[in-house]
């Protein structure tokens, strides 16, 4: 069975900093594209970061320097690293797998809350 499984997220104030993780198990990980979105409330689901099986990072507009989005294979767990946080920063939070580049499955987790307070 495979699962992801978010954690880190809670509440903090502007400016401040938090690190989410995603473990997954039921998976061959390090073969993944692994991706974190956030869906903000009456907006839709946007990607944030995503790191290629490769060790390539790519990041959404509005978080370039201000997150980094690492993985580790050995713990099968992918990171992201966010500073400077801001009142839009606030959304539920998903770890993806993406394994459609090699004909496998896409998968999600069940996400974890970040709110930023002012």
């Known amino acids: 069975q495979v699962q992801l499984v978010e954690s880190g997220g809670g509440l903090v104030q502007v400016g401040g900093s938090l690190r989410l993780s995603c473990r997954a198990s039921?998976?061959?990980?390090?073969?993944?594209?692994m991706g974190w979105y956030r869906q903000a409330p009456g907006k839709q689901r946007e990607l944030v970061a995503s790191v290629s099986r490769g060790g390539s990072t790519s990041y959404e507009g509005s978080v370039k320097g201000r997150c980094t989005i690492s993985r580790d294979n050995a713990k099968k767990t992918v990171y992201l690293q966010m500073n400077s946080l801001k009142p839009e920063d606030t959304a539920v939070y998903y770890c993806?797998?993406?394994?459609?580049?090699?004909?496998?499955?896409?998968?999600w987790g069940k996400g974890t809350l970040v709110t930023v307070s002012s």
């Open positions: 993806n797998a993406n394994g459609r580049p090699l004909g496998l499955s896409n998968y």
């Open positions: 039921g998976i061959a990980f390090s073969i993944y594209e």
